[in-house]
C-alpha cells in the first residue's frame, strides 16, 4: 500500500504563483513517470504536465511556459511549480505516479487525494 501525500493548494489572485508537492509514503522500487493532472467538478480530468524516464519533459498546451514540474524517481517525490495563474487554472490539483512499490505489486497507477488550486481575478 502506498498514498500519495499532496500539498500546496490555496486561493491566489491572477498573476500570483503557488508551488504543489506530492510525495509517496514509501519508496517506489521503480517509476515510469510522475505527472499532474487537474479536474474541473463536471469535467473530465486533464493532463497538465508529465515528468517520464527517458522521455522529455512534458506539459499541456494551457500551462507551457508558466508551470514547471520536478521530481525525483528515486526519492518518489513530484513538484509542481505553477506561475502567473489565471481564472482558468482554478481547478482540483493529482499527482499521479506509474511505478512499481514492489516487484509482486507489478506496475500500477497511483493517485493523490486532490489540492484545490483557487485564482480569483
Known amino acids: 500500500q502506498v498514498q500519495l501525500e499532496e500539498s500546496g493548494g490555496g486561493l491566489v489572485q491572477a498573476g500570483e504563483s503557488l508551488r504543489l508537492s506530492c510525495k509517496a509514503s514509501?519508496?517506489?522500487?521503480?517509476?515510469?513517470?510522475l505527472a499532474w493532472y487537474r479536474q474541473v467538478p463536471g469535467k473530465q480530468r486533464e493532463f497538465v504536465a508529465i515528468?517520464?524516464?527517458?522521455?522529455?519533459?512534458n506539459y499541456s498546451q494551457a500551462v507551457e511556459g508558466r508551470f514547471t514540474i520536478s521530481g525525483q524517481f528515486l526519492e518518489s517525490w513530484t513538484d509542481l511549480q505553477m506561475n502567473n495563474l489565471q481564472p482558468e487554472d482554478t481547478a482540483i490539483y493529482y499527482c499521479?505516479?506509474?511505478?512499481?512499490?514492489?516487484?509482486?505489486?507489478?506496475?500500477?497507477?497511483?493517485w493523490g487525494q486532490g489540492t484545490l488550486v483557487a485564482v480569483s481575478s
Open positions: 499521479n505516479v506509474d511505478g512499481w512499490i514492489t516487484e509482486v505489486s507489478g506496475q500500477q497507477n497511483y
Open positions: 514509501r519508496k517506489f522500487i521503480s517509476i515510469l513517470s
Open positions: 515528468l517520464a524516464s527517458q522521455r522529455p519533459v
